[in-house]
């Protein structure tokens, strides 16, 4: 099956400054790449995705780029803020089937 | 208020007990997820349903059963056989069980085994 690795498990940065939190994938097959923003004790949030006919995808401050070549995808936030501190996952859907395979989790904090 | 519930948000269980955790969507989805999220992992897939009447074992089912009667209605129940439960349980849903289709989540149950 699929395995998606995600690095770093933790990160901090200024406010201000850029995070960048990076996922390999395996399977070729997989199409569709979400991320998902979790906040302690809630549920995943949608924050952006990809598929794989698209190179990058931009939403203000949070832009996702992926490379199928190389099989990875990053999340970028830029202009950090506070409240962007969270777990962030990324996952990948593969081709039959809607089952997502999610990566580790990185903790991100941004110190004010 | 479309979204998805989860219910309870806390949830304490004996040994030896079986407990089913609910979980509820208004969007009108054909599919419905059930993950187990612990400290420091990503999320596992427990079960998933395509459609009414119909489910798929995910890669962690052992010790977990589910039910799917109704379309926006999709419980698990967390059985004795279950060796290590206590863990945050996540229930999603998806407008359909294709290829790509975004999965929103409840809120979370945190099942805690005494």
């Known amino acids: 099956g699929e395995n998606v690795e995600q690095h770093p498990s933790t990160l901090s940065v200024q406010e201000g400054d850029s995070a960048v939190i990076k996922c390999t994938y395996s399977?070729?097959?997989?199409?569709?790449f979400p991320w998902y923003k979790q906040e302690l004790g809630k549920g995943p949030q949608l924050i952006i995705d990809?598929?794989?006919?698209?190179g990058e995808k931009k939403d203000q401050r949070i832009a996702v780029t992926l490379n199928k070549t190389a099989k990875h995808f990053s999340l970028h936030i830029t202009e950090t803020q506070p409240e962007d501190s969270a777990v962030y996952f990324c996952?990948?859907?593969?081709?039959?089937?809607?089952?997502?395979?999610f990566g580790t989790g990185t903790s991100l904090t941004v110190i004010p | 208020d479309g979204g998805i519930t989860q219910s309870p948000k806390y949830l304490f269980r004996k040994e030896g007990q079986n407990v089913t955790l609910s979980c509820e969507q208004n969007?009108?989805?054909?599919?419905m997820y059930w993950y187990r999220q612990d400290p420091g992992q990503g999320l596992r897939l427990i079960y998933y349903?395509?459609?009414?009447?119909?489910?798929q074992k995910g890669d962690i089912a052992e010790g977990y059963s589910v039910s799917r009667e109704k379309k926006e209605s999709f419980p698990l129940t967390v059985t004795s056989a279950q060796k290590n439960p206590t863990a945050f349980y996540l229930c999603?849903?998806?407008?359909?069980?294709?290829?790509?289709?975004?999965?929103?989540f409840g809120p979370g149950t945190r099942l805690t085994v005494l």
């Open positions: 996952a990948a859907s593969i081709w039959t089937g809607n089952q997502f395979y």
């Open positions: 990809i598929r794989s006919n698209v």
């Open positions: 399977d070729s097959a997989s199409n569709y």
């Open positions: 349903s395509q459609i009414v009447n119909d489910f």
């Open positions: 999603a849903s998806s407008i359909s069980g294709g290829t790509g289709n975004t999965q929103y």
């Open positions: 969007l009108n989805h054909d599919a």
